[in-house]
């Protein structure tokens, strides 16, 4: 242990751009376990989990000598821009940072928002994964054992009775109530638990690019590759005047993810693994699940619950801009394309996945990208694939030796079908610096029609732009889940129940109120089947989807002849440019016209029957605007 009576601050020096961990304390963040190649610990399993060795085919070392320097010259010098680290040593460490408030005071090394540099230093030495030699540059990856999604049945808030969330949260099977008691008791754990470390990892950033709107969110963390996830999906400060201006954090997550509650049955929750927000409190405590996503998503839900209280928008879309400033949102379910769609050459991305929407205008929630990684190829997602070089992190990605290299495999899923990457967003070549436009030209409704009978596009009044964005519809087919034989359809609320504090009525009106106030346009963009249905039409060709897009930004759609769909009312385009005529009225790309009838009554039937449990909620009863059966 390092003795010291004192309080010892080292500080980079941004002139330097070097490091602020000494070297006096690498023994201190190196693990004690036995090392292989490069040095370097070798990672301990979580706890709770599956051995992570079973990830990495044949492995025996790390290459010694990793390049540390990102392909692209603008990436880079944005890498080296975020230099506002610390470390802090001594018995002052943590009053010195501002966690004692929280109650923890006992850890003696403080490492505070390092530069993406020492991240990779750190996760190196303290053996916490692995190397991968990805095709655009060497890149970090780790493994989150047996836990490689959310786990929502383990999320909770707590009822504080008689208080604001109280009473506005849409009490569910997604929103969990628990009591302060349980929360009291767990907190105290994670207190606890962090007072028996040496060390620990805090990040300090914001949550949203609006300077009016964002929150100011603090992580405490035990591992550096847990910084390195937030420091890629959160708005890193980028100025030493930012941090030293952050004063208390509007929120504070605590990850003790090593630790478990024994005592989950006698706190009536699901099971050890817990992770629980209280609003009020402004704290949340996540214990027993490695998965990088809970960090992320429970902030996701905070700014569901928190813009709504001050009349803005939050939103699950991705949003882009085009060089007039024309911008749009994209809203969709996983499989619609969304991430796809909204990477345009032509147009600048301003963030693949949360946003708000206040009274400047649209804005990112997240200053980097959390993609999916299964069947990845530089031909079918060239900006994710080429974002995968230094400072991005591989999670719960297949490794396999090759010349004594190990090389990501995307197509071996015997470890999880939900293998993802983080990376800062200026990993994207051209994306809206920004990360912030003025009020969305256009909102498009992404669904992957498995039944055949949308249209490629629709024009929707805004009465039936709410009764779709409440829907959130898509639909699964055979072989994407198991017990899948048919179309099935998928209904998510907002295009993100899982993330909905409030009830899903209460962010209809919100957009309600926008696109009244600001003259935005909302279509509907169907990515799935034409000419029959799953297993007898074929799917949308990207370049179909791509030219009905097109002719939504440039303006051609809005000025096409249409005609009214008998059944769901909105207006089709009878020709866009790029588009065959024939496609465009599914009905006439169908060989059965009666069957087409008829599978089209049975999805209306469908959106129906969703929406049954809207009725009569919110301030506009929007079934109105549904299909006329």
């Given amino acids: ?54 990830l990495f085919a044949n492995h025996q070392k790390v290459r010694r000598n990793k390049s540390t320097v990102a392909k692209t010259g603008s990436a880079t010098s944005e890498r080296d821009d975020y230099n506002v680290s610390s470390t802090y040593v001594g018995t002052g460490a943590c009053a010195e940072v501002g966690i004692d408030a929280l109650g923890i005071t006992q850890i003696e090394t403080i490492y505070k928002n390092l530069t993406f540099r020492e991240l990779f230093e750190h996760e190196q030495r303290n053996g916490e994964g692995w190397v991968a030699s990805a095709e655009y540059g060497d890149t970090f990856a780790i493994d989150t054992g047996k836990f490689t999604g959310r786990s929502p049945k383990d999320k909770w808030l707590v009822f504080n009775e008689g208080s604001e969330s109280s009473k506005h949260i849409d009490w569910n099977n997604i929103n969990q109530p628990t009591t302060p008691e349980v929360f009291k008791e767990l907190y105290d754990k994670a207190v606890a638990h962090f007072n028996t470390k040496e060390k620990a990892y805090v990040f300090d950033c914001f949550c949203g690019a609006s300077e009016k709107s964002r929150s100011k969110i603090r992580f405490v963390h035990e591992m550096a590759w847990q910084q390195h996830f937030v420091s890629n999906m959160f708005i890193r ?33 699901h099971s050890d693994v817990a992770v629980v927000f209280n609003i009020e409190e402004k704290k949340a405590v996540i214990f027993g699940t490695w998965y990088g996503g809970e960090n992320k998503k429970g902030i996701f839900s905070l700014m569901n619950y928190w813009l709504p209280m001050a009349g803005d928008f939050p939103m699950h879309c991705s949003a882009n801009v085009g060089r007039d400033g024309n911008s749009a949102l994209f809203f969709g379910l996983s499989g619609t394309g969304k991430t796809t769609l909204s990477a345009d050459p032509h147009r600048a991305l301003i963030g693949d996945d949360e946003h708000g929407w206040d009274e400047d205008g649209i804005f990112n929630f997240e200053g980097g990208c959390y993609a999916k990684t299964i069947n990845l190829t530089e031909d079918t997602e060239p900006d994710i694939y080429r974002a995968i070089h230094t400072d991005a992190l591989l999670e719960n990605v297949k490794l396999t030796e090759v010349d004594g290299k190990l090389v990501p495999d995307y197509f071996d899923v015997t470890k999880t079908e939900n293998g993802r990457v983080s990376y800062p967003i200026f990993h994207i070549d051209g994306y809206h610096k920004p990360q912030k436009a003025g009020h969305p ?5 992404l669904t992957c029609d498995a039944f055949g009978v949308l249209p490629p596009v629709a024009k929707l009044s805004s009465g039936q732009a709410m009764y779709h964005f409440i829907s959130g519809y898509t639909a699964k087919v055979a072989g994407t889940e198991r017990g899948i034989v048919e179309p099935t359809p998928n209904f998510s609320a907002c295009f993100g129940a899982a993330f909905l504090s409030l009830h899903p009525t209460r962010y209809a ?3 309600q109120e926008k696109i009244n106030t600001h003259g935005s346009q909302a279509w509907l963009v169907n990515t799935g089947w034409s000419g029959g249905q799953y297993g007898v039409g ?15 930004l440039d303006g051609s759609a809005a000025g096409a002849d249409c005609h009214r769909d008998e059944l769901f009312g909105f207006d089709v385009p009878t020709t866009l440019p790029g588009v065959d005529s024939h496609v465009l009225d599914p009905k006439h790309a169908w060989e059965n016209a009666e069957e087409y009838d008829e599978t089209a009554r049975k999805l209306a039937g469908m959106f129906a029957k969703n929406f049954e449990k809207y009725s009569g909620k919110g301030s506009t009863d929007y079934t109105q605007y549904g299909p006329q059966l």
């Fill in 1 to 54: 242990m390092l003795a010291s009576s004192g309080r010892i601050l080292l500080r980079t020096a941004t002139a330097v751009g070097g490091r602020t961990a000494a070297k006096a304390l690498a023994a201190r963040c190196a693990s004690s376990s036995a090392t292989f190649g490069g040095g370097f610990a070798k990672p301990a399993a979580p706890a709770s989990t599956t051995k992570p060795a079973s």
């Fill in 237 to 269: 400060p980028t100025t030493r005047e930012q941090l030293d201006d952050f004063g208390e954090p509007d929120f504070t997550v605590i990850n003790a993810c090593s630790q478990v509650d024994e005592d989950w049955e006698r706190h009536d929750l």
């Fill in 441 to 445: 030209n256009h909102i498009i409704f």
């Fill in 509 to 511: 009106d919100l957009l």
């Fill in 538 to 552: 074929e799917r949308m060709s990207i370049k179909t989807t791509r030219s009905c897009i097109d002719s939504i």
